[in-house]
Nanobody, 110 residues
């Protein structure tokens, strides 16, 4: 299984980014996926989760600002992040089952 995350970068507070996670080696449509984030010295935390049927869950800190979605035809999961805040700065990881992507850095700073 390979999970290739992309889309991170530097953005000003209030800005937006869209992360992508391209999956291979897994039966994409039947699996749930999640986005996590981690800052140095802290535990990795789950920010969004999407079931195979499209239902979603969000951490309280990102609810109403982040949207997780999936495109089963493209084997890709997305994380749309709006109204970004400095505290959203972290390395973001895509996850399914026991597999992790390589992470993509998101930095929110003026």
């Amino acid at each position: 299984v390979q999970l290739q995350a992309s889309g991170g970068g530097l953005v000003q507070p209030g800005g937006s980014l869209r992360l992508s996670c391209a999956a291979s080696g897994v039966v994409f449509s039947i699996n749930a996926f999640a986005w996590y984030r981690q800052v140095p010295g802290k535990q990795r935390e789950q920010v969004a989760f999407i079931f195979s049927d499209g239902h979603t869950n969000y951490a309280a800190s990102v609810k109403d600002r982040f949207t997780i979605s999936r495109d089963n035809a493209k084997n890709t999961v997305y994380l749309q992040m709006n109204n970004l805040k400095p505290e959203d700065t972290a390395v973001y990881y895509c996850n399914t089952l026991l597999f992790w992507g390589q992470g993509t850095q998101v930095t929110v700073s003026s």
